[in-house]
């Protein structure tokens, strides 16, 4: 929206050109976003108490948890909101893909409240059915895989990349969709799944976005892309500038849900954010380096599949508690030191991915 009025002003005055530069604007919607998070984070929690929107906590997870019972949640709002304004400010507003990225942060933020204002304001402690949540996932999911398809204009946006590798880089065509299908419904859960302890899902959703927003940059760029041998895709600068979006807006949100939490995101926030770091990824075309980047994302998951399977198929428990940080925790680990650790992980697989976009 700025960049369209900068853009008929700065004939009038030319040094208003500086809105056309993408590191400008990526600082811009960063500090948007994180303005937005700080201004707005009190008045949120106020009227979240207000509501009575609070926390239920299980009774047979860790005991030290059970003073968080009442602590505002649904505050994911209040991220979704930050990404959605920072973004419509500052992306150009004729890419495709800042519509993709919008559409995804909304619809699976919709889920999401569906899911918390069962849970906190009907009492339902099951929240939204598990069918019922798993059919619009896929649902949404579907839709956007099949448009992020059908409005592809180049080879370069059906590729898939294997890190390592510079001359494997096929192009996987329709198969995009079940790709793009199993990537969205998988990232939006995992985030999901995460999203247990102080601080643990954004910082490390952030951690993740910032270095998506790094490839965003290399891969809108010829020269870059050229040089590291990945897909040249222009439309991606604009994902730059939702990533820097979710990394000022988690930001924000993280100075109200650090330990101990004023405010917990719910489903509404770990959805979204999940399905918008795995479009992200999509558009990218960097499945792969996702998996990789969100290894804490994905170690959770696989945690709970192996509890459920071992637990039905043996009649056993792998961990004390799943998800894995809850094991951590069962184990005699305190709160703030399972966040801090799974972050160290996440940054150094974060950098352990930017690696690879070299070692090819």
């Known amino acids: 929206m700025i960049t369209l009025l900068s853009d008929y002003l700065s004939q009038y005055i ?12 990526a600082v811009m919607s960063m500090f948007t976003a994180l303005v937005i998070s700080l201004f707005l984070g009190p008045y949120v929690i106020k009227r979240l108490q207000l509501l009575h929107f609070g926390q239920v906590v299980r009774d047979d997870g860790p005991q030290t948890h059970l003073k968080k019972t009442g602590t505002p949640t649904m505050g994911g709002v209040l991220i979704v909101f930050s990404i959605a304004v920072s973004m419509l400010l500052w992306c150009k507003l004729d890419n495709p893909y800042v519509w993709y990225t919008l559409a995804t942060l909304l619809a699976y933020a919709a889920i999401g409240f569906a899911d918390d204002f069962l849970k906190v304001v009907r009492h339902n402690p099951q929240g939204l059915r598990a069918k019922y949540k798993y059919f619009w996932q896929s649902a949404c999911a579907i839709t956007l895989a099949c448009c992020i398809y059908g409005n592809a204009k180049s080879v370069a946006e059906t590729t898939f990349v294997v890190p390592f590798f510079k001359d494997f880089m096929p192009d996987i065509g329709y198969l995009l969709i079940p790709l793009a299908y199993f990537v969205l419904t998988g990232s939006s859960n995992a985030v999901n799944l995460t999203d247990g302890l102080d601080g643990l899902a954004i910082i490390t959703t952030i951690t993740v976005a910032a270095g998506l927003g790094i490839v965003a940059w290399a891969t809108s760029n010829a020269n870059f892309a050229s040089y590291l041998y990945i897909p040249y895709v222009p439309n991606a600068t604009e994902i730059t500038i939702a990533c ?11 100075w109200f849900n650090t330990y101990p ?20 990824a999509i558009l990218l075309r960097e499945e792969i380096l996702l998996f990789i980047m969100g290894g804490i994302f994905v170690l959770e998951t696989v945690s709970v599949i192996l509890q459920v399977g071992s637990y039905k198929w043996r009649g056993r428990r792998i961990f004390r508690m799943a998800p894995i940080h809850h094991h951590f925790e069962k184990g005699g680990w305190p709160e703030p030191r399972v966040m801090a650790r799974f972050w160290i992980i996440t940054l150094v697989l974060v950098l352990f991915g930017l690696i690879t976009l070299k070692l090819r």
Do not use: H, K, N, W
């Open 261 to 280: 939490a004023q405010v917990f995101m719910g489903d509404v926030g770990s959805l979204s954010l999940g399905a918008v770091l795995g479009v992200i």
């Open 244 to 254: 820097t979006a979710i990394v000022g807006s988690g930001l924000g949100f993280l």
């Open 14 to 25: 030319p040094s208003l050109r500086v809105f056309e530069y993408l590191t400008f604007r």
